[in-house]
């Protein structure tokens, strides 16, 4: 239990990105913290990852962004190998456009804001909350080994499938919109012949595709996206079952030895593509977090950095009160976040034809926008037929 004091104390549910982002930047401004973890230890490894925009200025404000590496450097190569086993150029951005943002792993985010917590956050492993009840000056959060824990603010930041948002707003399915597309991560962990350390090769087709991308020191990472009509049924399965069925026949030099080393690897994510649309994500003591309140997708390539950005403005609506209830703070902080999560949510469903084309000749406009990426004068037409995650 929290050692009891003067200040306000807020649980956290989830140490990912957005609620250990939370848990440093209301600590910063005088809150106590406690963070409840459902897995046994911290999570390692990821996949990749565009962290930019305000995502990025909130983490300088948080004090970790000289914390974060780019894992490809600034004259890393774009390429993409085509249905017929071509190689061809891949999209060409603007030239500022790869110093704006860094790519790197999801955990190197977490590692970064975890690093920086003050050793008077508790961080309690292994455990999930399993009931949730709110009274006019506090909020009280069961746990699964029966604790009772008493805060003021009790935070869901607990992912896309939240048990906070189950216990307080009602079931999962009254707010997942589906895309009808399967994810699978995967640390790669050993090199591929044909992508060199810088490179990012995107394998894309109709319903299908792969990106690996050749990281420093952790070596290449990779994600693999395929349409399904039964999304539930694939996961059902394993996921290297389930890669080899549908990318086996891909022609190509590096996708053997990537389902290979992706077999061998196993899956870090394995899940369907989803957003969560909510109408609420805060109902009086209770404010949801990152995923678990707007899942924007993979497509937004903004998730991430929403979750540190709306954590760090969550800490400052409620520090700076000036007489305001706490729960119009949190309120007013919904009303704050929620025209950025619309605008990611919306992009996201365009941008989703970067990374999947749904069929021939979405890959064929796809694949023309490229060709006008590399002019300058065409670019901006190609940005706007093609819109890019940095
Ligand atoms: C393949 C892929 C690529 C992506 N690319 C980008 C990108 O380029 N740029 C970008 O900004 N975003 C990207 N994203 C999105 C980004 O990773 C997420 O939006 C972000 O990680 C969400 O963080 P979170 O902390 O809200 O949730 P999560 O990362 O899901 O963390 C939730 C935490 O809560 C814990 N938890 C879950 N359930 C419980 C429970 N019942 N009790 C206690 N704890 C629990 C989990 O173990 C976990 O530690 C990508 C996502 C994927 C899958």
Known sequence: MPVPSARPHALIVGAGIAGTAAALALRAVGWDATIVERAPARRRGGYLVFFRGDGYRAARRLGVADDLRDRLGPDSRWFEIDRRGRTLPGMRLPADARRRSLTLLRSDIEAALHDRLPDDVPIRYGRTPVRVSQAPDHVLTTLDDATEI??????????????????????????????????????????????????????????????????????????????????????RQSSAAVLRRVFGDHPGPLMPGLLDAAEAAGAV??????????????????????????????????????????AANLADEVAVRDGRPLVRAVAAWERRTRPTARHHADRARRMQHLFLPANRQVARVRRAAIRLSHSPLTRPLALRLLPQPL
Not at 151 to 176: K, M, N, Q, T, W
Not at 180 to 188: D, L
Not at 209 to 229: H, K, M, N, Q
Not at 274 to 292: E, F, K, N
């Open 150 to 235: 008493r805060s003021d603010l009790l935070i869901g930041a607990d992912g896309s499938h939240s048990a906070v948002r189950r216990l307080a707003f009602g079931p999962e399915r009254a707010y997942r919109y589906d895309f009808g597309h399967v994810v699978a991560a995967c640390m790669v962990g050993r090199s591929l012949p044909g992508l060199a350390t810088g490179d990012t090769a995107v394998m894309p087709d109709a319903g299908r595709a792969a990106w690996v991308a050749g990281f420093r020191d952790c070596g290449p990472v990779a994600y693999f996206l395929y349409r399904s009509d039964d999304p539930g049924a694939e996961l």
């Open 269 to 310: 994510h394995f899940d369907q593509v989803s957003q969560i649309r909510m109408p609420r994500w805060t109902d009086r003591r209770v404010a949801l977090l990152g995923d678990a309140a707007w899942s924007l997708s993979l497509y937004s390539a903004y998730g991430a950095c929403l979750a540190v950005e709306a």
